[in-house]
């Protein structure tokens, strides 16, 4: 320490009193509500806590346990993580809280041998936190496949697959599936848990790509870059530099119901608002003109706008409760504000009232005429934009097969935007029927009345144009009982839009799933929805004009009408096939777990991929599981392998539903088992066709048996309810009587006209 001359010291004691006067008044001037509750911790590391944040665990410096910040001092800097949690936090706001990332890696060698792999598995489960939607799955890999969901919060299953064969195709910065998959979360989330798993164990691209990552985090902190492929340092730099975004709210009710009780949390000058996570719970803002911490008393403090002298220099500003005022001085005239009409000095012999008077009617005519003539070229702009989109979208092509049909069109109705926008409310939220990859799918009420579904699609291919109306001409046509019919389109807006007949009764998945034991669904409603799918699917293969591959059956895609009859939907993926040709390469689109996995490794699309996820749908309908379950053990999270083991392992009985096994015959079981796992072939010139398939199912249906035969086998059926170990092969043949063999099908014409249509 320096020390100062006596001397030096005199002479410079009038500048010392002056800083020692300054140091004493800053305080003073500039004091601020406490940003946390009194006598507590403030910091920990360079991280800020404030109320309704405390550090410490169960120190009462949070407004709650829940929201205790546990300050690790073992490690030098110390870390913040959430109470109860592993989670370390990096950052605190208002409405949200950023913690450190936990990502997946599963490395390989040149073989295929698995060196490093773990899973993300995090829960915010009793907390007051939730997955944010500012966060994004991704994927980053060549050859990597990622399923992941939740089941707190909201239910929510996804996947994503990353697949590159060299590293010149990638592009820096883009997640579009080729070396980076990025999906979207929904609000609500409580937990998150992703498995990583390869197709080929990256032995095609090792050279430059060794690994595959999976995690969740903050959009805006990750932009994906081919280096990140070989990177071995991606897995840390990811879990450091790419927070997790969390939103977080106090309590689970809404702020009506917070201000009625003892607790509520909000204080002075304050404004509650409710969480829109949909999880319920409510936050504190500081209302306009007032800032501090909203949820220590004694609230927000008013801000005094005038430091700052807002007022222009001809006028007095004066500071307001939450606001301020400005006053001209004596001569002057205006609101007095620099952001306003300023002061002006008055002239005894301008006549300003007149001349106000004047140019505000002046104003007001002009107002009115450029309002007029705005509209006027608005709606003129929209009806060339409409014209533009009409011809863009094909629907010259359209009308011209229409009129050189000679009528062979006329049900086609080419619809107006403003008839679609009317039928929908104008697209209102509360008729979304549901959102898909392609697009969303409303409910509208036509003029007539009629209710109908229509599909607006996200995205419009222009060179596709002429095969879009080819296919809106040949759906048209498609005129079958069990497939949903094609009313018309619109090609009015930017992107096409479709309208369907509208089926009130949901999805076969919402029926196998989401309820239970419902009292129609018996093992013959069962059997009759599977052979009227069958049969649909066989008409559009084999008897249509130009032979369909659906490319997305699913159960969530066989809908059900009024009277429980099955219906095909959704033909957004959907390939015509020209007479001449059997197979067609296509980009691969599909559904996880109903994916045709010969299709997805080689490209070519054939009507027996559509077989295969058909097969998976006869799997769902006899054993109640879902396709994909990220909760089952390895063996029984993928249903088709789960059900073509237990049929090679002798216990197919025991993964069947117990309704179905009380209600079905064993013939019938064991024949609908067999032909399930003929569909899920992993060889497709294996598989039985979709006609085959329709035929068989059709016979199986109409099979009988005479009363007493029908009562052994409702006996041995309940019998094998309570067996615990493997069946022997040899019960399938139990009852099975020659003159009644389930392969002895009826003649081909004596069907239902509507299930198969031969050539």
Not at 435 to 441: E, L, N, P
Not at 728 to 755: C, F, K, Q
Request: a negative charge; glycine letters at 8%; proline letters at 4%.
């Amino acid at each position: 320490m320096t020390l100062m001359h006596p001397k030096l010291l005199l002479h410079h004691t009038p500048l010392l009193f002056l800083l020692l006067l300054l140091n004493l008044s800053l305080p003073l001037a500039h004091h601020l509500p406490s940003n946390s509750k009194p006598g507590c911790q403030t910091k920990c590391a360079n991280l800020i806590v404030p109320y309704p944040f405390g550090i410490g665990i169960n120190s009462g410096c949070s407004i709650s346990p829940l929201f205790d910040i546990n300050c690790d001092n073992s490690s030098i800097p110390p870390k913040p993580f959430i109470t109860t949690t592993n989670y370390e936090i990096v950052h605190i706001s208002d409405n949200q809280v950023r913690v450190k990332n936990l990502a997946a890696a599963r490395c390989y060698t040149e073989s295929g041998i698995v060196t490093r792999q773990n899973i993300i598995n995090m829960s915010l489960a009793s907390t007051p936190y939730s997955f944010s939607t500012s966060n994004k799955v991704t994927v980053v890999g060549c050859d990597d496949i990622s399923v992941f969901g939740s089941d707190i919060g909201k239910n929510f299953t996804s996947g994503c697959f990353s697949v590159c064969a060299k590293k010149s195709d990638i592009t820096d910065r883009s997640c579009t599936g080729i070396g980076c998959c990025q999906v979207a979360i929904p609000k609500g989330l409580k937990n998150f848990v992703a498995v990583l798993i390869s197709t080929f164990n990256h032995t095609w691209v090792h050279s430059f790509n060794p690994c595959g990552y999976v995690f969740v985090g903050d959009e805006e902190r990750f932009q994906f870059r081919i280096w990140d492929l070989d990177d071995e340092s991606f897995q840390n730099r990811t879990t450091q530099d790419v927070p997790v975004v969390l939103d977080w709210a106090i309590g689970n009710g809404t702020c009506d119901r917070a201000k009625k009780s003892a607790d509520f949390a909000c204080r002075g000058n304050s404004s509650c608002v409710d969480s829109d996570t949909g999880l319920g719970g409510y936050r504190c803002n500081c209302l306009e003109g007032y800032e501090g911490n909203p949820y220590v008393s004694p609230g927000c403090t008013d801000i005094d706008e005038c430091e700052n002298n807002p007022c222009d220099k001809h006028a007095t500003c004066t500071n307001t409760p939450g606001s301020y005022s400005c006053s001209c001085s004596n001569g002057y005239s205006g609101d007095g504000r620099k952001d306003g009409l300023r002061c002006t000095a008055v002239k005894s012999q301008f006549p300003a009232i007149k001349f106000s008077i004047g140019l505000s009617v002046g104003l007001l005519s002009l107002f009115i005429g450029v309002t007029w003539l705005y509209f006027g070229i608005k709606k003129r702009k929209l009806a060339r934009m409409r014209e533009k989109f009409f011809q863009q979208n094909g629907g010259l092509l359209l009308k011209q097969h229409m009129s050189s049909n000679n009528g062979g069109l006329e049900s086609t109705k080419i619809f107006s935007a403003d008839e679609l926008e009317k039928a929908t409310n104008n697209y209102a939220e509360d008729r979304i029927l549901g959102r898909g990859g392609y697009g969303m799918v409303y409910q509208g009420i036509l003029p007539d009345r009629r209710v109908v579904a229509i599909k607006k699609s996200m995205i419009m291919d222009q060179s596709q144009i002429e095969q879009f109306i080819n296919e809106v001409i040949i759906l048209t046509q498609v005129n079958h009982r069990n497939v949903v019919k094609l009313l018309g389109c619109c090609l009015e807006s930017e992107v096409p839009m479709l309208v369907y007949e509208f089926i009130s009764n949901g999805t076969l998945y919402h029926h196998i799933h989401n309820y239970g034991e419902i009292s129609w669904f018996a093992w013959k409603d069962r059997l009759r929805v599977a052979a009227e799918a069958a049969g649909a699917l066989a008409y559009l293969h084999s008897a249509a004009s130009m032979p369909i591959i659906h490319r997305d059956v699913k159960s969530s895609n066989i809908l059900l009408d009024d009277s429980y009859t099955a219906k095909i939907s959704d033909f957004g993926a959907s390939r015509l096939v020209p007479l001449d040709q059997t197979q067609v390469t296509t980009l691969v689109q599909g559904t996880l777990g109903y994916l045709d996995p010969e299709y997805f490794q080689t490209s070519q699309l054939t009507e027996k991929s559509d077989v295969y996820s058909f097969g998976v749908v006869l799997a769902e309908l006899m054993t109640g599981k879902t396709p994909l379950s990220l909760t089952k053990s390895e063996e029984e999270r993928n249903l088709a392998t789960y059900f073509i083991i237990s049929i090679k392992e002798n216990r197919f009985f025991q993964i069947l539903e117990p309704r179905i096994l009380r209600e079905g015959t064993l013939e019938q079981l064991q024949a609908i088992g067999e032909l399930a796992n003929r569909c899920l072939n992993l060889k497709g010139e294996e598989r039985p066709t979709m006609k085959e398939v329709a035929m068989e199912l059709e016979s199986l249906r109409r099979y009988t048996k005479h009363p007493w035969i029908q009562q052994e086998n409702t006996e041995e059926n309940e019998a094998l309810l309570g067996e615990q170990s493997g069946l022997s092969s040899d019960l399938y043949a139990i009852n099975v009587r020659p003159e009644s063999s389930i392969r002895t099908y009826p003649a081909l014409d004596s069907l239902d006209g509507n299930v198969i249509y031969p050539r």
